[in-house]
């Protein structure tokens, strides 16, 4: 049971805001708000304070008898944004000090290490004038936020929906975006623990470059394939005009967002889970972070009569490695075997509108993760047992479990494809395409059998 702490959230209307006001008070926390704007939409059991965070009163109002003041504030969306953010950052370290506040704990962006853009050498900025007030400042740093709401994620989702989708030579920059499950719960974790000062990089397990995320992005979508178009003249500008053309994100933002991929956005100060309690169940993968902030849900098990066929294959290997060789397919590194098959598979889904072989899969896949063109349903390390639902365009549900079993001295790989047809067009593809499959699947696990011999 935490102690009930006295917070105050500035940018408490913002994406991250509005979930961190409503994660303090189901923890049981107060919570004091400043806003611009009587429509705030925040919840009755918030106090709002009404007011300009540039402004000193409105500042010390806001923070007056806090113990937690959460700084979440940006004016990116102005011209002068980092004179004004510089100025708010100074006038939040007065107003605190004077009102006794135990700990102020800003949300900014990595420090960056090179080149950098006018946003980040901004957040960054930040984070010094907060580090060096009187209040111990905690900075947590992320890249990119994966969330419902966010503006990133609206760009993101827009471009994977793009038949043709343009490639920006500055789309080649990597970062580890993380899940807004994961930034919420550090924030939470940072109430309650004896005043910290320093930075804190928060990250997802995966580091990307912006455009995988976007085909990342177009799979967990099931959105299909798209012709990418190299751009080398697509400055930031270009394309942040367009974005505030095509979508409901402001050019100004997405022009600060976009030059924040000048460069690797990669975490380079202390790991928050070195020094917060990590989430319970670990970082949140990547594919689920984006189905969580795209609101797209994991295929559910399909229901009712299908065709079933099972393989087995016997393996030398014990069944950890042959377990291992199982949870190991798919990517640039495992390919599912015989390639060439799975590639003419790959052309063939594109032709029909579908995803395409489309080549990726996390570190170590769970449930909801992409494998290629497969996602995870079910990841069960005990029983040794992976089902993964396939995502090409099919008359029907396809799922392919793979299980590593004891056999002797060795084991066994037992696979089993499963085919809820739909309709009789189902039938007739099951009846049709059967001995190639028989032939593929049995490939299959001969292959992952012998791979986890080597
Ligand atoms: N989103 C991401 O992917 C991401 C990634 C890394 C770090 N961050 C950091 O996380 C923080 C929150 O980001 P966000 O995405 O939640 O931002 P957001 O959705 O744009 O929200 C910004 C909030 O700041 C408020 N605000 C702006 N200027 C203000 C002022 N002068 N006085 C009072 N309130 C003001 C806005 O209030 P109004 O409703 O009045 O406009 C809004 O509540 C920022 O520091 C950002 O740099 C975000």
Partial sequence: MTTPMRCTVLGATGFVGRALVSDLLAAGHSVRALSRSAEHRLPERVEVTLGDAADPRALETAVAGADVVFHLVHSLARADFAERDRVIAGRLGVAAAGSGVRQIVYLGGPRPVTATSPHLASRSE???????????????????????????????????????????????RRSRPVALADVRHYLRAAVGLAPLRGRLDVSGPETISYHDLVQRCARVLRRPAAVTLPSPLWSHEIAARIAGLASPVPAAVAAGLFASLDHDLLPADVPAETVLPPPPAGPTSLDNALRAALGAPVPAAPAGRSYEE???????????????AITGLGGDGGRFPPGPAWALRGLLDQALGGAGLY???????????????????????????????ADMRLPGDAELTLRAEPAGSGSRLRQRVRFTPAGRW?????????????????????????????
């Fill in 359 to 389: 080549r990726g899969r996390p570190d170590r896949p769970g449930p909801g993760d992409v494998i290629d063109f497969w996602t995870v349903r079910s990841r069960d390390d005990s029983r040794r047992e992976l089902v993964l639902t």
């Fill in 126 to 172: 930040v984070a010094d004038i907060l580090l060096g007030e009187a209040v111990p400042a905690l900075a947590v740093q992320a890249s990119m936020i994966l969330g419902r709401g966010s503006a990133g994620v609206e760009l993101l989702a827009r471009t994977a929906r793009l038949p043709i989708r343009p490639r920006p030579r500055w789309t080649a």
């Fill in 426 to 454: 189902g039938d007739a593809y099951w009846h049709l395409q059967k001995p190639a499959h028989d032939l593929v699947f049995g490939w299959l696990a001969r292959s992952i059998a012998r791979a986890a011999e080597a």
């Fill in 310 to 324: 099972v393989d087995t294959a016997s393996s030398a290997a014990t069944p950890e490695r042959l377990w291992r």
